[in-house]
């Protein structure tokens, strides 16, 4: 920790940013498309985390449930009473794919809370293709089942016939912001956490101000804890009501 937060002269040099680089697992040379890489790898554990907790972790399906058994039914609840309340009983059909999307978010971004872990959900790449498939799928879906009602949603019949136009320029505007603005929330609001989880870690170096370091991390740590937990929800959330606005467009 020392080494890396201080410089060759002596100087107090801390690098926050380097902790989101992406490194092959193997090698040193270029990053393809099929390069493993530590992205890779922490994708690769939360999708197995997620396996365990939801399909071995609750497949004895006990009365007296086990705790692993407890997790995996309080999370299943919480997600379906969320799809549910925001986006209709008829959106229940959809609960599978969303209850797997916050599960992937969820344990992403934990994993990344564990030292010399990586958080995937940090990285525009990663979350950008979350934000793009539930674009694309409450897209389609929406023509699939309102066919040319679902444009509907941009046409605001409450308001005076010569707003319409301009309000529905807006309404499409905002639509295709809608995948921007969904994955870089996550991606931001994880990297500035982690971000300042490093400050204050190079700043433990110090051996005047360590103490209070050290009681900043943890406190950061535990905020930190709070966050991946609510930018799941929030990406979640905002799937849902997505989701709603396909199944009813109009407004």
Known sequence: MAEEAHGSEGGLAIHPMDQFKVTPLF???????YTVTNVTLWMGIAVLCVIGLLVFGSRGRAVVPSRIQS???LMYGFVHKMVE???GKDA???????????SFIVFSNMLGLIPLSFTTTTHIAVTAVLAMLVFTFVTVLGFVKNGTKFLGLFWITS??????????????????????SHSIRLAGNMMAGHAVVKVFAGFAAITIISPVSVLAITAMYGLELLVAFIQAYVFTILTCVYLKDALHPSH
């Not at 090698?27 to 393809?32: A, E, L, N, S, W």
């Not at 229940?92 to 916050?102: A, E, H, Q, V, W």
């Not at 136009?165 to 499409?172: D, G, M, R």
Request: proline share 13%.
């Open 92 to 102: 229940i059909r959809y609960f599978p794919y969303i209850m797997t999307l916050f």
């Open 27 to 33: 090698g040193d040379g270029p990053i393809h498309w």
């Open 71 to 73: 997790v995996a039914e």
């Open 85 to 87: 309340d925001v986006a």
């Open 159 to 180: 308001a005076p016939l010569p707003m319409r136009p301009v309000l529905a320029i807006i309404e499409l505007i905002s639509y295709f912001v809608r995948p921007v």
